[in-house]
């Protein structure tokens, strides 16, 4: 694991839009996975900037989501396609018929998670992973648990999950209880992944990350096994 220790959030998102803009210029048509919350946003904010001037394109791009609350809609104002495009889609130039997000309306997630992980297997892999990561260590809603899951799969969101995501909702109990997404297999069969730590609160889930411990109580520990992970941290996720 390579980490990349910044300043401050601003420079989180510089450094992970050069990493992320490097492997779309490389490869024109990589396939994307890419994350919701606040973290990556400064990000796909420098990203669209850099669409818009022409250094690089998302044309060719195709990209898959990790997760989605369950059950919610796609155009609920919470629901992470529309955060998606508000936050990325509707500013650069991908084809959004190229863009998956986990259905969070499928009537069998199941089978639903089964047909996502086959359509990422036949784009050809997820190129680059961008990941951000739980206060308790989750990756996408892959939460602590004494199992975890490998395919995309609906699960149940932790207490502490949903009071860190309260804040998006006009009440807590607005929270979706659970979600659909992409287990850890389909997540470390990324070829490269960035995730991305801002602020104090992530400093516990961070400093287990960056142990020697692997273990299924922080999911993201497991990211000591993939060979080509980049953790960029500001400050206060990497010192607390
Ligand atoms: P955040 O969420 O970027 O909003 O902090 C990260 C996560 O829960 O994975």
Known sequence: MRVIV????????????????????????????LATGSTPVGMYKILADMNKNGEISFKDCKSFNLDEYYPLAPTHDQSYRYFMNVNFFDHIDIDKANTRVPDGLAEDPAAMGAEYDAAIDAAGGVDIQVLGIGQNGHIAFNEPDEKLVAGTHLTSLTESTINANARFFEKKEDVPTQAVTMGMASIMKAKTIILLATGKAKHDAVKELLDDKITTSNPATLLKLHPNTIIIADKDAYNG
Not at 17 to 30: D, E, R, T
Request: net charge neutral; aromatic share 8%; proline share 4%.
């Open 6 to 33: 910044c300043e401050n959030a601003q420079e989180v998102a510089k450094e992970a839009a050069k990493i992320f803009a490097a492997q779309v210029y490389m490869k024109p048509n990589s396939v994307l996975g």
